[in-house]
Structure formats: C-alpha cells, structure tokens
C-alpha cells in the first residue's frame, strides 16, 4: 500500500509560481509512474502531467504546457509539480497519484491507470 501526500498549496495572485511536493511512502518509488490531476469545482478531474518513473520522460495537458514542469527525486520518494505565471483558470484542487509500472517507459496519462492517490492540495489563483 502506498500513501501519498502532497504539501504547497495556497493562495497566489495571477502570475506567480507555486510548487507543489508529493511523498510516497509504503512502496518502492522508482517503480511507479506519477502522475499530477487537478479538479475545479463543478469538473471532472484531469490530467496536469505526469512523469515516467526515472524521471527521463515528461508529458503533460495543453493547458499547462509551458509553464507546469513535473520532476521527481526517487532517492526522496517525491514527485514535484513547478507552476509558473499562473492564472485563476488553474485553481483547483490538485492530487498526486502513483501507478505501478514495472517496465513501462512512457508516462501514464489516464486516471482509470492509477492505483494509489493522494488527499490532494489546494490551489486558488487570484486576478
């Protein structure tokens, strides 16, 4: 079973960064994908970006391209998400996930590929 929590949300003003960490504990890291969703209120989650387990491959949602980068450092057991010149359509609550991938190269895009979620942080962009 792994537990995963996520750590810095908050408030920031339209324009400004935030970076978000994730922790895994209860399972080996390296052998999971990890993945970043978000969910607006009255939306359905989506994908943010994810990132393959050794952290050589990145994909990520055309909304955030550009400006979103995820990383990981397996010798931490953390997944981090750096949002630069965000806007208030960014503003939702945004979730860690892990899927176990043993020898699978590419990141994971859909929800429904994910095993283990966390409780997710909250992100509010003001204008």
């Known amino acids: 079973q792994v537990q995963l929590v996520e750590s810095g949300g908050g408030l920031v003003q339209a324009g400004g960064s935030l970076r978000l960490s994730c922790v895994a504990s209860g399972g080996t890291f390296s052998t999971y994908t990890m993945g970043w969703f978000r969910q607006a209120p009255g939306k359905d989650r989506e994908l943010v970006g994810a990132?393959?387990?050794?952290?050589?491959?990145?994909d990520y949602a055309d909304s955030v391209k550009g400006r979103f980068t995820i990383s990981r450092d397996n010798a931490k057991n953390t997944v981090y998400l750096q949002m630069n010149n965000l806007t208030p359509d960014d503003t939702a609550v945004y979730y860690c996930a892990a899927a176990f991938s043993p020898g699978i190269s590419i990141p994971r895009l859909r929800s429904n590929e994910y095993d283990y979620w966390g409780q997710g942080t909250q992100v509010t962009v003001s204008s």
């Open positions: 990132v393959t387990r050794s952290g050589g491959r990145t």
